[in-house]
């Protein structure tokens, strides 16, 4: 009797500390999602073919990466971007779910060339932006910095990876 009253406390204590322990959904992240600088990207206006702008960006090409961008981001530079690289030319949309600073969000088809934009996109916002045309990359960057470099349709794009 006293062997099972003392195998029936210590599952009871390994069971209570257990339940203590933090689960994934107790756990609060609040390491801040720093730039790492994986390439560069120029911009070239179409009419001319000059450099517009260069920027400093970051890749996303597997699906966790496409998937969660620039989510839980506080900040970014103005000389900063993210670089979609999708494997074929598709219609795409995108949302702003836990995306905490605006952006514009550029689509860009299989030739380089910016096909659409959606501008100023509300951060924390889930409603869909598309591109509206097929695009295989799409570049993030600060919101209102498309109408600052006066980026149109047309214009081009160029980017190495580091």
């Given at each position: 009797?006293k ?5 029936a406390?210590?599952?009871?204590t390994?069971l209570?500390c ?9 756990v609060?992240l609040t390491?801040?999602v ?11 206006k ?14 996303a090409d597997?699906e ?11 900040s ?5 971007g993210m ?7 598709q219609?795409?949309s995108f ?5 905490l600073?605006s ?11 910016i ?26 960057i600060?919101?209102?910095l498309s109408?600052?470099?006066q980026?149109?349709?047309?214009d ?7």
């Open positions: 009797m062997r099972l009253f003392i195998s406390a210590v599952v009871v390994v209570s257990y339940s203590c322990k933090e689960t994934p959904e107790k609060n390491k801040e720093t730039f790492t600088k994986e390439g560069e990207l120029t911009l070239l179409s009419t001319t073919n000059s450099t517009k702008v260069i920027i400093d960006i970051e890749i597997t966790y990466e496409t998937q969660t961008g620039l989510m839980n981001r506080v970014m530079q103005n000389n900063q670089l979609f690289i999708f494997p074929d030319s219609p795409r949302y702003m779910k836990n995306t600073i952006l514009d969000i550029i689509y860009i088809d299989d030739q380089m060339k096909v659409s934009f959606q501008k100023n996109a509300k951060p924390m916002d889930e409603s869909s932006l598309p591109s509206g045309t097929p695009a295989k990359y799409v570049l993030e600060n919101g209102g109408d600052q470099l980026l149109e349709v047309g081009k794009i160029i980017y190495n990876k580091n």
